[in-house]
């Protein structure tokens, strides 16, 4: 069967001390003394303190009581020590474990993790000055939601806080105000002007913060939309012009078809009337009547003038005619040229 995968991480359970593995020594000091304290807070003071184990004088020399000696407040120290060193060395890997497997109580194990993870006071020192430039040049991203800078800034703050930092809540909430960026400039003069920073808690400022941001985040959401159902709309007209356009294209080329149809089915019915009639003409039986013809020419029947016999002797005569005429008429010309030129010569 599938593994169920669970939208959140598998929790630790209450009734066994958090591992540390070597790594994130900082976290797992807040876990285990929270785990701790919430058994008996006797315990934790037996880890700060040293619970020592009660002595007797006997003869001027200083000697461990023995069990039977032992007070019910003495019993009840010594108790709480054995109870820390148990829940300490349970909380360890192996190699963190053989670091303090050594140790006689349950505050030297605490040191020897401490000065192991967190170095001397010379380091620790160190550290604290690189987390106070960290924090002053603490600045929002770009692009950075609350909620990441609000981690950031947290863990900042609690590792200086851990290191002996100390802050004032007006302090805190002016340096969350003032690494936000520009876009946040109305809600920060808002917030400065409308609260009292003095006593406002950096959660319940942040708490704010995310909530106009939240806001901005539905306006922004809400302005997309717009421009979306904007631009859906121009893009449906621009669908709707087009498919106007290309339907008054359709209709006009269905109508320039429509017309040349029809221009075409009257050529086609002109070709065929004009075919019918000269089939007709060249088809049609000969006049009944076409004897009964007369010639203008000669006056006779049975024939037309372009046929008649007579026509061609009556052209024939008509050039005869026309020919003498014109020689004569040259010869007339000639007998008055000699009659000028003689004339002339006299």
């Not at 303090?100 to 194990?109: G, I, L, P, R, W």
């Not at 967190?118 to 770009?142: C, N, P, S, W």
């Not at 002016?174 to 808690?201: G, H, Y």
Request: glycine residues 4%.
């Amino acid at each position: 069967m599938a593994e169920n995968k669970l939208p959140f991480a598998k929790g630790a359970s209450i009734h066994m001390p958090p591992m540390f593995s070597g790594v994130n020594y900082q976290v797992w000091k807040v876990r285990i003394k929270t785990f701790i304290e919430s058994i008996d807070r006797g315990i934790w003071n037996a880890i700060v303190n040293d619970s020592d184990i009660p002595v007797s004088v006997v003869n001027g020399i200083s000697v461990a009581k023995s069990f039977d000696e032992l007070t019910d407040v003495e019993n009840k120290r010594v108790q709480y020590d054995c109870v820390a060193k148990n829940i300490i060395t349970s909380a360890l890997i192996l190699d963190e474990f053989f670091r303090v497997s050594q140790c006689s109580s349950a505050k030297e194990m605490w040191d020897i993790l401490e000065v192991t993870h967190e170095g001397t006071t010379d380091v620790k020192q160190a550290r604290k000055h690189v987390l106070i430039q960290e924090y002053e040049l603490f600045r929002m991203q770009h692009g950075e939601s609350i909620a990441d800078v609000q981690k950031r800034f947290t863990h900042i703050v609690n590792h200086l806080i851990g290191l002996g930092k100390q802050f004032d809540k007006e302090e805190l909430s002016i340096k969350i105000l003032k690494c936000l960026d520009r876009s946040w400039q109305p809600k920060v003069t808002a917030i400065s002007e409308s609260r009292d920073l003095t006593t406002l808690t950096i959660t319940t400022l942040f708490g704010k913060l995310r909530e106009h941001e939240l806001e901005m985040t539905r306006l922004k959401e809400m302005e997309y939309a717009e421009k979306e159902t904007r631009s859906l709309a121009l893009k449906s007209k621009v669908v709707e012009v087009e498919t106007s356009e290309d339907n008054s294209e359709e209709d006009s080329d269905t109508k320039n078809l429509s017309l040349l149809t029809k221009k075409f089915q009257k050529f086609i019915k002109l070709k065929n009337w004009t075919k019918n009639q000269q089939s007709k003409r060249y088809n049609r039986k000969p006049n009944s009547n076409s004897n009964k013809l007369t010639c203008f020419c000669c006056g006779k029947q049975e024939h037309m003038k372009a046929d008649c016999p007579n026509l061609a002797n009556k052209e024939k005569t008509i050039e005869n005619k026309n020919y003498k005429a014109g020689k004569g008429r040259k010869a007339y010309i000639a007998w008055e040229d000699n009659a000028s030129s003689s004339s002339s010569s006299s």
